[in-house]
């Protein structure tokens, strides 16, 4: 993830529209966000997005090792049919990765990658256990890719780069007037931007895809408590870093586990329409000034 960072970065610079050239240059299109309807303002097509770093993922791929678990091979390929069909999504226009590690290193985890690309892992089996399992985990991956969320956060990383030009000034305020060098001036930029703009966007995020996986699972024909009942098996294979210090949450680029379980259990509890439960979501990030506003 680290080298799709990298790439996002350097994107918005060979577009030209690093500091002081925002304005020279506005690529940007409206898009709404199936299900939860949110408006988003986007720093470029997702065609074009996809152009420029679906082919990056194959540096990623390269390192990994397939995987030889059938039951990893017929799981994904049942729920993911019914999810992508339940999507709206043409099956064929995906490519699916099914690994047992990668650089040497296993993880319980899925990744969806520009292109419609997503890396499953081999060792996220004991957490779906079963086929409404895989279907809840990768509801939620599609989700992502349904609502932009990479590019979303490709605008961030724009937004971050527009505003460094003032990052000098700003840092020197904060020091009370002493100046910083370079590198203590760019991670204490780096820091803040990340604590008040990249890390709550990437928790929204996380929310509102936890949600639209409501509607996909229900519209494939799956039960939505799937998916609560899945982060309940991964907190038991994966450590919240949250459980000890609730505080701590504000610095994690993911809400919660507990959080996450409470909100899905409300929702369907309520039996409301899980595209309303997602309002505040949507409220939160145009209040937050990560993007331009829809026009």
């Not at 690529?27 to 309807?37: K, L, M, N, R, W």
């Not at 890719?145 to 000034?169: D, F, N, T």
């Not at 904060?174 to 604590?195: E, I, K, V």
Request: proline content about 7%; aromatic content about 6%; charged content about 20%.
């Amino acid at each position: 993830m680290a080298r799709i960072r990298g790439v996002l970065a350097a994107i918005v610079l060979v577009l030209g529209v690093g500091p002081g050239r925002a304005q020279d240059m506005d690529i940007s299109v409206e898009a709404t966000v199936p299900i939860t309807g949110r408006k988003q303002r986007l720093p470029m097509s997702q065609s074009v997005f996809d152009a420029i770093m679906g082919p990056r993922v194959q540096g990623i791929i390269s390192s990994c090792r397939p995987s030889g678990s059938q039951k990893l091979f017929q799981l994904t390929g049942k729920a993911g049919l019914r999810i992508l069909l339940a999507a709206g999504e043409d099956p064929r226009l995906w490519t699916t990765y099914l690994v047992e590690s990668c650089e040497g290193r296993g993880a319980p985890n899925v990744m969806t990658y520009p292109g419609r690309q997503i890396v499953i892992f081999e060792g996220i089996l004991p957490i779906a256990q079963d086929e409404s399992g895989m279907a809840a985990i990768l509801a939620h991956e599609v989700s992502h890719v349904l609502a932009h969320h990479p590019l979303e956060k490709a605008g961030a990383e724009l937004r971050k780069i527009e505003l460094s030009q003032y990052a000098p000034a700003l840092m020197t305020v904060a020091s009370g007037g002493n100046p910083l060098n370079y590198p203590t001036m760019d991670a204490l930029y780096s820091s803040l931007f990340a604590m008040s703009v990249s890390l709550p966007l990437s928790r929204a995020q996380e929310l509102e895809a936890d949600f639209m996986s409501l509607t996909l699972l229900e519209r494939a024909g799956y039960d939505p408590m799937a998916a609560p009942r899945a982060l309940k098996r991964a907190s038991r294979f994966v450590k919240d870093p949250t459980d000890k210090n609730p505080l701590s949450s504000y610095a994690y680029d993911h809400p919660s586990t507990r959080e996450r379980i409470e909100r899905l259990e409300s929702a369907i509890r309520t039996r409301r329409s899980f595209s309303q439960l997602t309002d505040k979501l949507r409220k939160a990030i145009q209040d937050s000034g990560l993007l331009p506003r829809s026009r």
